[in-house]
């Protein structure tokens, strides 16, 4: 049952193209991930879903009968009530099974969405814009629609939150629509993938790895057709240059017609497997010794929060660590304290012979919001002139005036880019980050990833992108109150090794809702390329294409050698013997004339 069908939806900005052309339906119990670079119409897509903004052209139709809720990037809470307050607000509509206590499972919510007892009477006015996201979508998992989208709900969340999510969503019964650059999650959660790309939605069978290799095959079969096509409209060219050097009228006619109908072939465009990508590569400077950061006894605490106690890194070179842990643990205070931007309050840490640390600060914090994005660049490294900056920012996709904008005015995203480039061009040897894929789009993050894995110095990030997690590390290390736990491996040993993330099914069970209890079943895979029916349908079309290939390298060749011929009888004809004997003359013209004939014949068998 179709809940939602668009049709030809346009939508531009000013004269500037948004989304054109789009067309899709969504079934009743779907759940669907759009995926696109930053910029590509995501959100823009939502928000005419959602009536928010209209349509330039174009229909949608939405089940009238199915109640909607829309989690936004972020959300305010105008009320100015306490967390719990406004999450319960508007009770009668939640659609929770039968006698199930709306308060006991707000709490039960909130408090997976890392909202611990102590945020149950704190007002909304104090939270963070993270934290006001996280109350929103709390609030919509309450009230459980009919249909539920979501523009990047793992924004702010740790890790144990994460799953929970996962698990919540994956039982969720109602239809999902959800924007993410969560690729993690998308391979658990999505089983249609939309793909906007060049103001075109394209729409794909599965989770995001299938999506992606779906992709691969479609853009192999693209390149094919537009290799082809280019080949046949250089045979036309040759054969329409041919025609016209015989320069007969008949030829002439026929090369004139062929042009008409070369001209009229809608050309392919060469297909692109990515768009343009920032080009990053960290090097360092100088190389440290084996020795690059020990810390004994680190312990930090604000008043009367305590966040953590007891931390003990021994950190050699060529090291990559991950920390992960509960939001609000101090993860982010850690590096600062790593860096000299923060004092402990108790315990000691040492940097290694020759380390030059660089940091990069999920928030840009250090970023001047006053300067151009070419004068910030130029104040942090002086000695590159302006056509050596821009061609830098170049290759970070600051293009043309946008090198002019201040800083101020940047995206998330392009503020996170800029930050990278400094941190690029700074030569340290130990990249301390914070977040680093916060921010980025799916293609950029690949690149952040290749970038880190081919850095020759050490690693120290924070991270809840599990992508990353299983990606780069060689060890991650999870902060607690009461110090660090160190795990040798990548996310999937972690996984595996960890009792420190609930789980959710266990959750669910303690609510008492066994209708919601998590499912210990995989997504199906759904169907698998390369079945014999579709084996044997290629190998048909590969034989018929080779036979045809054979019959036109036969007619082709057929008619080099008749011109050949005619070119030889021509010369004859210029021999004094011959063209003083007018038998012989007139015997020779006869047979040019045949051949002649002969190859317009054919060259109406290759049109």
């Known amino acids: 049952m179709s809940l939602i069908t668009a049709s030809k939806i346009d939508k531009y900005y000013g004269i500037t193209p948004i989304i054109e052309g789009v067309s899709f339906h969504i079934n009743k119990g779907d759940k669907i991930g ?37 989690l936004k990037q972020m959300d305010q809470f105008p009320g100015g ?50 934290e006001r996201t996280r109350l929103a979508l709390a609030a919509m998992l309450l009230e459980n629609p009919d249909i539920m989208i979501l523009d990047e709900p793992t924004n702010h969340l740790d890790i144990g939150s994460l799953k929970w999510l996962e698990q919540y969503l994956k039982n969720y019964k109602g239809t999902l629509i959800v924007i993410s650059h969560d690729r993690y999650f998308l391979d658990k959660l999505v089983k249609r993938i939309f793909e906007i790309e060049n103001h075109k939605l394209t729409a794909y069978e599965g989770n995001y790895s299938q999506y992606l290799e779906k992709k691969r095959v479609k853009y192999e079969q693209d390149l094919k057709h537009y290799e082809k096509q280019q080949e046949e409209i250089r ?14 009228e008949h030829l002439v006619k026929r090369a004139q017609s062929r042009e008409k109908r070369l001209a009229m072939v809608d050309r392919l465009e060469k297909p692109e497997l990515f768009n343009s990508k920032i080009k990053l590569s960290f090097k360092e400077s100088v190389q440290t010794g084996n020795d690059v ?78 300067k151009t994005v070419l004068d910030e660049l130029h104040s942090m490294y002086i000695k590159y002139d302006q056509t050596e900056l821009r061609a830098l920012l170049g290759r970070f996709l600051f293009i043309g005036e946008d090198v002019f904008k201040t800083v101020g005015q940047l995206s998330g995203g392009e503020k996170a880019r800029l930050a990278l480039l400094e941190l690029m061009m700074s030569g340290a040897n130990l990249l301390i980050m914070d977040e680093p894929t916060n921010h980025l789009d799916i293609k950029a993050m690949e ?29 991650i290390l999870e902060l607690s109150q009461s110090g660090i736990t160190t795990y040798l491996g990548n996310y999937d040993y972690y996984e595996e090794k960890s009792s420190s993330v609930g789980s959710a099914k ?30 044997e349908a290629d190998k048909a079309a590969a034989a018929a294409e080779k036979k045809a290939a054979k019959a036109l390298e036969k007619l082709e060749k057929e008619i080099a050698d008749a011109e050949s011929e005619v070119s030889s009888l021509e010369a004859e004809l210029c021999r004094p013997d011959i063209f003083s004997n007018p038998a012989k003359c007139q015997e020779i013209s006869g047979k040019i004339a045949e051949l002649k004939e002969y190859i317009e014949k054919k060259y109406e068998e290759l049109m």
């Not at 998590?518 to 169907?527: F, K, M, V």
């Open 447 to 475: 690149v952040i990833e290749d970038a880190l894995l081919s850095f020759p110095g050490t690693l120290v990030i924070v991270s809840h992108d599990r992508y990353l997690l299983k990606k780069v590390p060689t060890s």
């Open 293 to 370: 950061l020990f810390a004994e006894g680190l312990a930090k605490a604000y008043g009367s929060q305590k966040l953590f106690c007891d931390v003990n890194l021994d950190i050699k070179r060529g090291e990559r660590i991950c920390i992960v842990g509960a939001n609000g643990i101090g993860k982010t205070t850690l590096l600062k304290i790593l860096l000299g931007k923060e004092r402990a309050d108790a315990g000691h840490f040492r940097l290694g012979q020759n380390v030059i640390p660089g940091y990069y600060d999920q928030q840009q914090e250090f970023l001047n919001k006053d």
């Open 81 to 130: 009530g306490t967390v719990l307050e406004e999450v319960l607000k508007n009770s009668e509509r939640f659609h929770l099974p039968d006698g199930a206590n709306p308060e006991k499972w707000a709490k039960g919510i909130l408090n997976s969405l890392s909202f611990g007892d102590d945020y149950l009477s704190k007002n909304v006015g104090l939270l963070s814009g993270g």
């Open 34 to 70: 759009i995926v696109g670079a930053n910029g590509a119409g995501k959100s823009t897509l939502l928000k005419i879903l959602v009536g928010e903004i209209s349509a330039d052209e174009g229909e949608i139709y939405l089940d009238k009968n199915a109640s909607i809720g829309y």
């Open 235 to 248: 045979r036309q060219e040759d054969m329409i240059r041919m025609m016209k050097g015989h320069n007969t």
């Open 506 to 535: 266990a959750y669910m069970k303690s609510l008492g809702n066994s209708n919601m209890e998590a499912q210990t079943s995989e997504n199906d895979a759904g169907p698998r390329l390369g079945s014999k029916e579709a084996r």
